[in-house]
């Protein structure tokens, strides 16, 4: 049920580009990405509906590929406040319920 | 300003202690949820509730209990039973799921064991 994040962690300089991954072996109804600094909570980004559809959210945008049951996220010119953990999470149905399931997260370092 | 207020901030259970992880919003959303953060981990669901008096176990629901008496409190009694409870915990609240809105977060509770 748990979606699968990749890389597991990235290392980037101030100014270079990365890209994590989000893949669910489940139907998705939506995904979810999140960005969570050392012993804080998660701040959301944004939402991924049905429909291949991409968003943006400053400099970082992602899509959705239902047919895929994929999810990247973008992160362009990276920024030193982009450093943190960077978590999807996948709405899908479950015992006729629908669940938000999370990865286990990308750590996302930049430097100067 | 509205949010999610979690309390306490630190915790330190004793062993065979039940303690009781507190959890308030004031969004006016009808769902709340538990989740269990490990270092190096995703968040793990503990128990969610969709509506008032009424509660769902999660994935790792075992050694843990809720209550959902009041719209805006659910708090997570971690109990004797859940031997290794060592762990960050996320409280977060929402609209129903399917109205394509995002989970509010609290700022978590460290618990450790004495």
């Known amino acids: 049920q748990q979606p699968v994040q990749s890389p597991q962690a990235v290392i980037l300089r101030e100014g270079e580009d990365a890209v994590i991954n989000c893949s669910s072996s489940k139907a998705l109804y939506s995904v979810h990405w999140y960005r969570q600094k050392h012993g804080e909570a998660p701040v959301f980004l944004m939402i991924l509906l049905k429909g291949g559809e991409q968003k943006g959210h400053e400099k970082i945008s992602a899509s959705f590929n239902e047919k895929k049951q994929q999810s990247s996220l973008y992160l362009t010119a990276s920024q030193l406040s982009y450093s943190g953990t960077y978590f999807c999470?996948?709405?899908?149905?479950?015992?006729?319920?629908?669940?938000?399931?999370f990865g286990q997260g990308t750590r996302l370092t930049i430097n100067p | 300003d509205g949010g999610i207020t979690q309390s306490p901030k630190y915790l330190f259970r004793k062993e065979g202690q039940n303690v009781t992880l507190s959890c308030e919003q004031n969004l006016n959303h009808d769902a709340m949820y538990w989740y269990r953060q490990d270092p190096g981990q995703g968040l793990r669901l503990i128990y969610y509730?969709?509506?008032?008096?009424?509660?769902q176990k999660g994935d790792i629901a075992e050694g843990y209990s809720v209550s959902r008496e009041k719209k805006e409190s659910f708090p997570l009694t971690v109990t004797s039973a859940q031997k290794n409870p060592t762990a960050f915990y996320l409280c977060?609240?929402?609209?129903?799921?399917?109205?394509?809105?995002?989970?509010?977060f609290g700022d978590g509770t460290r618990l450790s064991i004495l």
């Open positions: 999470g996948t709405e899908i149905l479950i015992q006729g319920a629908q669940k938000l399931v």
């Open positions: 509730s969709q509506i008032v008096n009424d509660f």
């Open positions: 977060a609240s929402s609209v129903p799921l399917r109205s394509n809105q995002p989970q509010h």
